[in-house]
């Protein structure tokens, strides 16, 4: 703000508070009338009406007087209260007010009553404060307002700002039509609706410029704010149906999101990727070097799904974007099928199930049995194996698990040596291994020839580590008595595409459409997880989980700046970004690095206000990949 002097214009009730001042002197004035409902109801309606410009101020004003039934006992009880709604972003940024406090002038219809001991409080000076002044009668009671003030009257406002003839830039910022009007009549350059609080359409559609926040002023009039970027600049493009819980998030953090129920194609993606900050896609949508070429503004891709193999990995990392999944979320529910199954199967429920459907009556305890006391042989003791193995032990299961891991024992679970040793105990075998190479067709002939007679088998983890004619195989000899399985070498793309399989139609086989982790609760846990990854990163740099960075969990340093560099994975970077922190005087307060084979990752913390020039020359280091600010 060099240069000539620029006024700063800023409306009170719902832009530097949250609420409408009067609307709270209403529900403090009115709690025990037998009218409360009724008048505030009506209150509400008229300053919406005045708002909007659909009566005039004066008028609304008036009415919204006498249905007060307002006290001036009843002034500092408003007063605590509005002190404990101020909106957010004001509240963050208290030192532009005290830096600038010569050019912010608070106009505001409402009264100086309630506004002075609120703004004062952020260094505006009382001179610059211009509001209605409230009339009590002799017991204290409000009965109106001082006719000779100005802005008492229809446009108000631009009636106040012409007597203030303002010499310089003038720039206003609220969220009603009555600040609009002074931009209209032409007293200001610009005009700002603030829609923190409140969103009223007659004004976002005359404004020059939306303010979600403060920043979004403060950043567009290059003043300074309490955040590196207004988060409603953060465009956050969501694919695939995601869960809403995690567009509530990202609302609440204030970014700009846009949702799709569908995936977008290479083509569709490359074009609508270059103003995107934050992507967020399930298993359709592929992320291609093509697309990541356009991707100029990407930090960060989350998907909301337990696979990455839809990303092309290498190409993030070069291009410093980070990528989180969502491992875990579903692993409740992947065990609570397998147990449901193992039921289900030892006691034939689904074929039973099927010839009642067909008419048939056939009740027999023959080849029926509880899960208590049988031996449960788990493969694979990570997630999903260890929250089996505690599940099934409260169920009376004798659990028995191999690992190539060495894996501590959860509970009574008993470490077998060897698969071998697994398979030919346990009554009961469940897979609950990674698909790694290594893995493919783990379990066949031999495998299936090592395991007692009348085993129950499943697998609901992948479909290549089943050799399916083993499996067929051992149903059709007997050797596997039942049979629950989720996954499949070749799963149909879409549910348009059939389903085919040597398994269909064997007996005591229940097969299920690779939906073992598929609930609302775990898109729910998904939605959640990646979300608060995707805030973490952004916020803090924190890659702890991340898919392709180096992992880094960080604490937070309090009063500081954090500078996140990414660079190519070469000698000495280290050195130069802290040559350049030296050179400029900037105390180091913390800094962390952790690199992988393609990248490196330094997060510094720093004391000192930084200049333009420090972060043009860290940029500026060669093989820096991303840079960005924090706080
Ligand atoms: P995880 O990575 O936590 O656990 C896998 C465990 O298997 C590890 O402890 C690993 O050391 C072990 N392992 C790998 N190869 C082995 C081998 N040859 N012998 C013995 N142990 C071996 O994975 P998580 O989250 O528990 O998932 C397990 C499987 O379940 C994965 O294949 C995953 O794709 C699948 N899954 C299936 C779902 C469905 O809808 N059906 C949903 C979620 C996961």
Redesign the pocket.
């Known amino acids: 703000m060099e240069g000539s002097k620029k006024y700063i214009i800023i409306d009170f009730d719902s832009t530097f508070t949250k609420v409408e001042g009067l609307d709270v002197l209403a529900e403090i004035a009115l709690e025990n009338h037998p009218q409360k409902e009724q008048y505030l109801a009506e209150i509400k309606k008229l300053t919406q009406m005045g708002m909007e410009g659909k009566i005039s101020f004066a008028e609304s004003l008036n009415k919204r007087i006498q249905l007060l039934h307002a006290h001036k006992k009843h002034f500092p009880t408003l007063v605590a209260i509005l002190k404990t709604k101020i909106s957010d972003s004001f509240q963050r940024n208290k030192t532009f007010f005290e830096l600038y406090k010569e050019n912010i002038l608070v106009v505001s219809s409402g009264f100086r009553e309630f506004i002075e001991p609120i703004v004062t409080e952020f260094g505006i000076l009382p001179q610059n404060i211009f509001a209605n002044e409230c009339v009590f009668d002799d017991q204290g009671n409000l009965i109106g307002y001082r006719p000779e003030n100005v802005l008492s009257e229809d446009k108000g406002k631009v009636k106040l700002l012409k007597s203030l003839n303002l010499q310089g830039d003038v720039y206003v910022l609220g969220d009603g039509y009555t600040d609009y009007e002074i931009r209209e009549a032409g007293l200001a350059n610009k005009f700002y609706a603030f829609t923190e609080n409140v969103e009223r359409q007659t004004v976002t559609q005359k404004a020059d410029h939306i303010a979600p926040s403060l920043e979004e002023f403060l950043y567009d009039n290059k003043l300074p704010m309490a955040i590196s970027y207004p988060k409603n600049r953060i465009n956050v493009l969501l694919l695939e149906n995601i869960h809403p819980v995690a567009i509530e998030y990202f609302k609440q953090e204030g970014y700009t999101v846009e949702i799709l129920r569908e995936a977008l194609d290479e083509d569709e993606l490359a074009k609508k990727i270059k103003n995107v900050s934050i992507l967020g896609i399930r298993s359709k949508t592929q992320v291609t070097r093509k697309v990541l070429e356009n991707a100029n503004k990407l930090m960060l891709i989350g998907a909301y799904c337990?696979?990455t193999n839809q990303i092309d990995l290498e190409a993030c990392l070069e291009k410093g974007i980070v990528v989180f999944n969502a491992?875990?979320s579903?692993?409740r529910?992947?065990v609570e099928?397998a147990i449901g199954e193992m039921i289900m199967l030892m006691r034939k429920i689904f074929d039973k199930s099927q010839k009642m459907h067909q008419g048939v009556w056939d009740k027999s305890a023959e080849g029926s049995f509880e899960i208590r006391g049988k031996k449960l042989g788990i493969?694979?003791?990570?997630?999903?194996?260890?929250q089996l193995s505690v599940l099934a032990e409260s169920l009376g299961l004798e659990v028995y698990y191999?690992?190539?891991?060495e894996?501590l024992a959860l509970g009574n679970a008993k470490k077998c040596k060897s698969?071998h040793e697994l398979l030919a105990l346990a009554d009961i075998v469940s897979l609950?291994?990674?698909?790694?190479p290594?893995?493919d067709n783990?379990i066949s002939y031999a495998e299936f020839e090592i395991m007692k007679k009348g085993v129950i088998f499943l697998n609901?983890?992948?479909g290549s580590?089943v050799n399916t004619e083993a499996l067929v195989q051992a149903i059709r000899t007997g050797k596997v008595a039942g049979a629950g399985v989720?996954?499949f070498l070749n799963e149909p793309k879409t549910n348009k595409d059939p389903f085919v399989s040597s398994l269909q139609g064997l007996p005591n086989v229940i097969l299920t459409p690779?939906?073992?982790?598929?609930t609302e609760e775990a898109q729910a846990n998904i939605g959640e997880f990646v979300a608060n990854k995707t805030i973490q990163y952004i916020n803090k740099g924190d890659t702890f989980g991340s898919v392709n960075f180096p992992n880094l969990q960080l604490p937070l340093q309090k009063n500081s700046h954090r500078l996140i560099h990414i660079h190519e994975n070469v000698a000495g970077i280290l050195a130069k970004i802290n040559q350049v922190l030296a050179k400029n005087g900037i105390n180091i307060l913390g800094q962390y690095l952790k690199t992988n084979e393609k990248i490196g990752y330094v997060i510094t913390d720093i004391d000192k206000e930084y200049n333009k020039q420090v972060i043009a020359e860290l940029r500026n280091i060669p093989n820096t990949v991303k840079f960005r600010v924090l706080f």
Do not use: A, F, Q
Not at 402 to 405: E, P, R, S
Not at 432 to 436: A, E, K, L, S, Y
């Open positions: 337990i696979g491992p875990y579903n692993t529910s992947v099928l493969i694979g003791y990570g997630n999903i194996g260890t191999y690992d190539i891991v894996k698969l609950h291994v990674d698909g790694r290594e893995n783990m609901l983890s992948r580590v989720d996954v690779h939906i073992g982790g598929s």
